[in-house]
RNA sequence: UGGGGCGUAGCCAAGCGGUAAGGCAUCGGCCUUUGGAGCCGACAUGCGCAGGUUCGAAUCCUGCCGCCCCAGCCA
């Protein structure tokens, strides 16, 4: 789809596309590219990135590159790209053979910046970091001149050999770009181009000490690769006119950058630098916690790539600062795990019910649809007995009028099953509730025709002798607070974490999920979307974690 | 009080001079052996504010106001 035809549809970034392909700048190419840093793992705003890129090179029949900017060995590690790369390939992207490094081009890079020192672009600048602050000046005053500024080509030559050759301690020499220090984007005052770092690169190892900034890399990188346009968040938008200098003195290709607004969404924080807070500090398990926003957490907590994708298309791309309500991403679980989730029953908070009239030693075998919306998905046996369990807040002694549950002389329905009849309340010494005795109709079994008889409500049960002990690690937001960066002076961001966001109960599920292998889906009837674990529990003894609740109307009339 | 951006519903977001799409949320109703799902309906006389141009302005002009980003040898 090259489309000529509608040149304003479609988000600003496309709009900006269809005019290049209207004039021909890039001869109706259009290749992005992913340029992730390998300095953390990725987050779900990486994934409306990694859409956005993967998905218009799609649209517009062209390629969209994995580069990873590893310009700063200081902070790159291994264990970051192999995560990258696995993220990338589960949402469903492939990048085939351009998996590139910023740090391929170094040698290129440095070749460049020969060039712009030979035309009096560059120069090595002897000034320490904190001089080079001073001399920056601030926002309202222009700098000053580096007193190395003018020195001839020669010598800035010879220097920068010796820079690179490891003659001079870290942090001693720079390499700036010569352009205004009178500029009033700030990006333009002679911006560093090479730091001295005696560091260990993840790709290169140790043949460099002079490492190139993300500013002189960034830019330079996609030439190579020519991309045609690419994509970014808003902050760099003051770094264009230093890319765009970059790319006009040396006569290359030029790209064109486009900025976006980066992705928020409530109750969370996505910051790469407070996400490896929360890592280092033990709040949460790791990286791939089921509370953390990144793709691995999301992927853990049972989010599906469908979800993911479709949740990146529905929050749109545009350059305003917005954050998206965690209830649009919520959404888009439910709607593909409602299609695709096969029902079962599993009771949360077990109460434990005797049909006082149903035979000692009897076991039905019942007949339950797998998944309503999928006739495809079959059907599966559900064993019945005298003993079950049913889940504690479906019976209340004194109901309010609205509860169509299970109370004292009360019907309900048991799923798959018959219509019981609460006849007797067990309590212990102090008053708890022990055990319900029911009696059953033994005419109201799913399909007999007195079946059909109406009743206020149905519960999901688990037969008591077939039931298998799980976990089930019941989720809420990791913050208390819709923005969890709203914080007083002197606060951070873990003064809003909620104490509740991690509950592990001891569940009864039926007999099918003793064997249920991990990172499958499914719909616990009535109580939500659960994916078994892919950490922790063994074959026989699964642990299940909550995806979503399903929604509840019943919770809403409540509050 | 420098420069760069951004203001359309509770949250996103279309709209590009011809009379405010869509989604989420919310609220009603229908349906239902999941209080799920689905279906139907409601939800901006209004587009940050004030002027101006025009037969006609969210769209064009002027002036204000508000919010975000930039003073790393991070990305």
Request: hydrophobic share 35%; net charge negative; proline share 6%.
């Amino acid at each position: 789809m090259t489309t000529n035809e509608t040149p304003s549809q479609g988000n600003f970034i496309k709009q900006i596309i269809n005019e290049h392909n209207r004039t021909g700048r890039y001869a109706g190419r259009v290749h992005t590219r992913f340029p992730p840093e390998p300095n953390g793992y990725l987050h779900i705003g990486h994934a409306k990135s990694i859409c956005l890129n993967f998905g218009l090179a799609e649209e517009y029949g062209g390629k969209c590159n994995l580069r990873f900017d590893d310009t700063n060995p200081t902070k790159e590690e291994v264990e970051y790209v192999d995560s990258i790369k696995e993220d990338i390939r589960w949402l469903g992207f492939d990048w085939e053979d351009r998996e590139f490094y910023a740090s391929d081009y170094f040698e290129t890079l440095y070749e460049y910046a020969l060039k712009l020192i030979r035309d009096g672009n560059a120069f090595v600048c002897e000034l320490t970091a904190e001089q080079i602050r001073e001399y920056r000046g601030t926002l309202t005053e222009s700098g000053r001149n580096s007193p190395w500024r003018d020195r001839p080509v020669e010598e800035n030559l010879a220097l920068f050999a010796r820079m690179r050759d490891g003659e001079f301690p870290d942090g001693s020499h720079t390499l700036r770009a010569k352009i205004d220090m009178a500029a009033a984007n700030l990006n333009m005052r002679d911006p560093v181009m090479y730091r001295i770092l005696r560091a260990h690169h993840h790709r290169t190892g140790d043949r460099w000490c002079i490492y190139p900034t993300y500013d002189w890399a960034h830019g330079q990188s996609d030439s190579i690769e020519g991309i045609t346009h690419s994509i970014c968040t808003l902050e760099f938008e003051d770094h264009r006119p230093l890319y765009d200098w970059f790319v006009e003195k040396l006569g290359i290709h030029h790209p064109r950058q486009i900025e976006f607004a980066r992705l928020n969404i409530t109750y969370t924080v996505m910051s790469k630098r407070k996400l490896l807070k929360l890592v280092q500090d033990r709040i949460v398990d790791g990286w791939d916690d089921p509370r953390m926003p990144t793709i691995s957490g999301l992927r853990r907590r049972g989010y599906t790539p469908e979800a993911l994708r479709d949740f990146s298309d529905r929050v749109g791309v545009a350059k305003k600062e917005s954050t998206i309500d965690v209830a649009l991403l919520e959404h888009c679980v439910r709607l593909d795990l409602n299609a695709h989730a096969s029902r079962v029953m599993a009771v949360l908070d077990p109460l434990k019910v005797v049909l006082t009239n149903y035979p000692e030693d009897r076991v039905e075998e019942l007949e339950a649809i797998n998944n309503p919306e999928d006739p495809a998905a079959g059907m599966r046996m559900v064993p019945f007995s005298r003993e079950l369990f049913i889940e504690r807040e479906d019976f209340m002694e004194d109901p309010p009028k609205k509860f169509f549950r299970l109370a004292p002389g009360r019907e309900v329905r048991l799923r798959y099953g018959y219509i019981i009849k609460c006849e007797d309340v067990v309590k212990d010494k102090d008053g708890n509730i022990l055990e319900l005795h029911c009696s059953y109709d033994p005419g109201t079994k799913s399909g007999m025709p007195e079946a059909n008889r109406k009743v206020k409500g149905t519960l999901h049960w688990v037969s008591a002798p077939h039931a298998v002990d799980a976990e089930v690690r019941l989720y809420e937001q990791l913050f208390a607070k819709e923005n969890p960066d709203d914080v007083e002076a002197g606060q951070d961001f873990l003064v809003h974490l909620n104490p509740d966001s991690l509950r592990i109960t001891r569940a009864k599920v039926e007999p099918s999920l003793a064997h249920a292998s991990p990172a499958t889906h499914y719909q616990f009837e009535r109580k939500g979307y659960f994916t078994v674990d892919s950490k922790y529990g063994r074959p026989g003894s699964p642990v299940f974690n909550r995806t979503v609740t399903l929604r509840d109307t019943w919770a809403k009339i409540n509050k």
